[in-house]
């Protein structure tokens, strides 16, 4: 496809259930990001991917969240055990590299993850 | 901690109006400074974007400006449109590259 690509588009879940959401970036690029969004709030950096370089898991917020890349693409964020304070909009993005001077994201639509 | 602050939080303006949005930093090691615009139920996407050896940049209505020595940056949008209404993210990046860091975002109001 063109863009990034996101699934599901909602989610909602009951608390204490875990959830997969899917990150398809623009072929070629070899950063990818997650961030979260949450109502009326900024976007909270969560991971970060750079090629085969191990990834910044700094952002994640506890140990029930994790996420992969396989085969420098396709990218999934696990959110085990989920909680009411994990609904968010969860945003992936790539971009060609993040090296000097770059900084130009391009991101999917989110998944949007109701806990209830 | 690297942070970058905005504000303000949300913004209203008049149809042809400036809106100015004002984002701070704390780390010097930023060294690139985009602006992205959010539409309701889409993704952020660039806007403009600069780095910090000039002190302005313009794009059509559009123009960031940076004080490097007092560590701040603004977004002016010039004669403000009704389709300008969006959510407006300022940036930034380390020079080594990396996470990019962005501020809380300002909600956008241009009213006809």
């Known amino acids: 496809g063109a863009g990034v690509s996101q699934s599901p588009s909602n989610k909602v879940t009951e608390k204490g259930k875990d959830v997969e959401l899917r990150c398809d970036p623009i072929?070629?690029?070899?950063?990818l990001y997650w961030y979260r969004q949450s109502l009326g709030q900024g976007l909270e950096f969560l991971i970060y991917?750079?090629?085969?370089?191990?990834?910044?898991k700094s952002g994640l917020p506890s140990d029930r969240f994790s996420a992969e890349r396989t085969g420098g693409s396709v990218s999934t964020l696990t959110i085990q055990r989920t909680q009411q304070e994990d609904s968010a909009v969860y945003l992936c993005?790539?971009?060609?590299?993040?090296?000097?001077?770059?900084?130009?994201?391009?991101f999917g639509e989110g998944s949007r993850l109701t806990v209830l | 901690q690297q942070q970058v602050k905005q504000s303000p939080q949300s913004l209203i303006v008049q149809k042809g109006g400036i809106s100015i949005i004002n984002c701070a930093y704390e780390?010097?090691?930023?060294?690139?400074f985009p602006w992205y615009q959010q539409f309701p139920g889409k993704g952020p996407a660039l806007l403009i974007a600069?780095?910090?050896?000039?002190s302005e940049k313009k794009e059509g209505r559009f123009t960031i400006s940076f004080n490097k020595s007092a560590k701040q940056f603004s977004l002016h949008i010039m004669d403000s449109q009704p389709g300008d209404s969006a959510t407006y993210f300022c940036?930034?990046?380390?020079?080594?590259?990396?996470?990019?860091?962005f501020g809380q975002g300002t909600e956008l109001s241009v009213k006809p």
């Open positions: 993005a790539s971009s060609v590299f993040s090296g000097q001077g770059t900084g130009e994201l391009f």
């Open positions: 072929s070629g690029h070899t950063a």
């Open positions: 991917f750079q090629g085969n370089s191990a990834p910044d």
């Open positions: 780390n010097t090691a930023f060294d690139y």
């Open positions: 600069i780095r910090p050896d000039v």
């Open positions: 940036a930034a990046l380390p020079y080594q590259g990396g996470k990019l860091i």
